[in-house]
């Protein structure tokens, strides 16, 4: 989408719509999803099975070939994505959904409770799937993959991304 300092990864019918807060300020400068230093969405994906090897930053647009996109909740992109307004949160959160109605994956996976609580008015929100769908398809929470966020290791990442495996079929 022009404008966007980072483009989303997306297409038609994705399996996953991963969904970050917002860019990192190393993202944003190179250009790819995920590129700081010590984030851990590229081997959590892997180690989930949701790709067949590990990817780089760089590689993020070839997430498409695996039936997996990724775009943000807010555009702008922060040194910590604290430096978020609740009103940031709360538009980024109506676009998504105009999004992923528009795009229809099978999937959305929001990555961080605390943004998605804020965002969508879900205070009491659990990691895990939501009961409400957003652009209607089915939402699940997961952790932030930030090397920021100590309270989910790297297996503990891989374990709640792999729930979000297409059914076998």
Same mark, same amino acid.
């Given at each position: 989408? #022009? ?8 297409? #038609? ?61 807010? *555009?702008?992109?922060?040194?910590? +994505? ?11 959160? +109506?676009?998504? *959904?105009?999004?992923?109605?528009? &795009? ?11 943004? &998605? ?37 790297? #297996? *503990?990442? +891989?374990?709640? &991304? ?8």
């Amino acid at each position: 989408m #022009p404008g966007k300092p980072l483009r989303d990864v997306i297409g #038609p019918g994705l399996d996953v719509l991963f969904c970050g807060i917002n860019p990192s300020l190393r993202s944003a400068e190179r250009g790819h999803h995920f590129a700081r230093p010590g984030n851990r969405f590229w081997p959590a994906i892997h180690r989930a099975g949701l790709t067949p090897r590990l990817m780089a930053p760089e590689e993020d647009m070839d997430l498409l070939d695996h039936g997996l996109g990724v775009t943000n909740v807010v *555009d702008r992109p922060t040194r910590t +994505a604290a430096e978020l307004s609740p009103e940031e949160l709360r538009a980024g959160a +109506a676009a998504l *959904d105009d999004l992923v109605a528009r &795009y229809r994956p099978r999937a959305l996976a929001v990555l961080g409770i605390t943004a &998605y609580r804020l965002g969508f008015g879900r205070p009491r929100a659990a990691i895990g799937l939501q009961p409400e769908r957003v652009g209607g398809a089915a939402t699940w929470v997961v952790p932030n993959p930030s090397g920021l966020n100590a309270h989910h290791q790297l #297996p *503990d990442l +891989a374990r709640l &991304y792999g729930q979000l495996r297409p059914p076998a079929g």
